[in-house]
């Protein structure tokens, strides 16, 4: 993985001190995990609003076994 990029983040003293308490932590992993994380839980929100989206804007009377069904036996 090559990195290209820094970012600077802010954190309490408080937390700084204990962090540094934990020399053997990559803290840059931890950040790199968690902001994956993040970014991986608004994606999939987004996407879970795009699907009730068009599940709104569907017809409420089809329905997708029926539709299956028509297809299988029409190609028999």
């Given at each position: 993985m090559v990195y290209t990029s820094n970012v600077t983040i802010r954190v309490p003293e408080d937390l700084k001190r204990r962090m540094e308490e934990h020399r053997d932590v990559n803290?840059?992993?931890?950040?790199?995990?968690a902001f994956e994380e993040t970014i991986q839980?608004?994606?999939m929100r987004r996407a879970m609003e795009g699907i009730k989206a068009m599940r709104d804007r569907s017809d409420p009377d089809w329905d997708g076994a029926a539709e299956i069904r028509k297809w299988r036996d029409a190609a028999r």
């Open positions: 803290w840059s992993e931890v950040a790199r995990s839980r608004q994606e």
